[in-house]
């Protein structure tokens, strides 16, 4: 790209860079979790269940709340403030786990607290990239972000497998908090002029700013159809994050480098995915785009499901890879589309507000079904569950399909 490009600009290079960073190590730590879960703390698919709703219930309590305070102030020293609070707390899990004090409990504390931090900081990183590019580069600088997800979900997961087969579960957690610690310091690095902290503000005045966030996000924004599809879209891949690892570990009996390399192949679709992302949308436009992701992941769970089919253990594995594969493709090539869109038609004052309702919602639809799913799968068994995930994204795909979104292209 020319000296004007979002890949040369020095300040979005430091920004991918911290990304990139604390991505990796927390995927190493969503990893670390559930194994520390299943394997340390001997739980089951309930217990994952309360972990991922612990995990995203800050979303639900703070999130509308923290998209209306971020759009009055500067993003960047949020970014770094909140990165340095999921440092220091997720050290406590290994210092809990050393002084033999930790349990199910206060690791869900612990987590609730990590994740009510990590919503001030999805708000103010999300917020802040539209200062950082131009609004045409805007999809493009998304897909290299999406990039470097993809490339720390592909490794992300290897490299928790093997921490948590040589060093254990607990230990791995701390390498994701010397990421959150050399993001903080790389933001640090960014120059950028910000508009200045709004003063002044009074809780009715709070109110009103979320109410206008609110209807902006499904009223006149035209978001409306694509919200309400995404939010069905989480309630299957709430169950998909709850059952997968007890279907690993106690249904197919993998080991936690076995399920490591499984998640690792889940990366590599993710890279496919965010390769190919934007040529893709320019020849099909952002709503064909997305239907057609949900209809790969669809094909995914289907394709886990049947690992579960009496055979050999490296055709189960295969299967599963294949079902990760074709998840990790279908995110790696949505998700640009869907930030980028909502953010182009979005003034920057409702940026903060626009994306956190929307997360908050997607996140609150986990609360709700995590722990749900977790107890239907041991009651009913897990296979059912990703049955009933498959069907959830298929309904969703055909939703989308028969209305006129499919049609969508972002504005330039």
Known sequence: ????????????????????????GTYVTLFALQALVLLTLDGTASDVGWLNASRWLPYLVF???????????????????????QAVLLLIVPL????????????????FAYGSAAVVNMAATMSFLPRLVEPAQLQPAHARVDGADAVGSMAGPALGGLLVSTIGAPLAVLVDSLTYLYSAITLRRIKVDEPPTRTGVTARGLLADIVEGVRWAYGRSGLRT????????????????????????????????????VGAIGGVGAVVGTTITTAVGRRLGTGRTIILCHSIITCGVVAMVLAGEPTSRAAAIALLMLGQGLYGLAMGMSNSHEMSYRQLVTPDELQARTNTTLRSINRAVIVVVAPIAGVLADAIGIRPMLVVAAVVFALVASGLASTSFRAVRAPA
């Open 96 to 111: 809990l786990w050393w002084l033999d004090a930790l349990s199910l409990g206060a690791l869900l504390v612990i987590v």
């Open 63 to 85: 999130g509308l709340v923290v998209g209306a305070l971020v759009d009055g102030r500067r993003r960047l020293p949020l970014m770094i403030g909140t990165d340095l609070v």
């Open 226 to 261: 694509l919200a309400i599809a995404t939010h069905g879209w989480f309630v299957g891949h709430a169950i998909v994050g709850v059952v997968l690892a007890p279907y690993a570990f106690l249904t197919l009996d993998l080991t936690a480098f076995q399920f490591g390399l």
């Open 1 to 24: 790209m020319s000296d004007s490009g979002v890949f040369v600009s020095r300040s979005f290079s430091l920004y991918w860079r911290a990304d990139a960073v604390s991505t990796l």
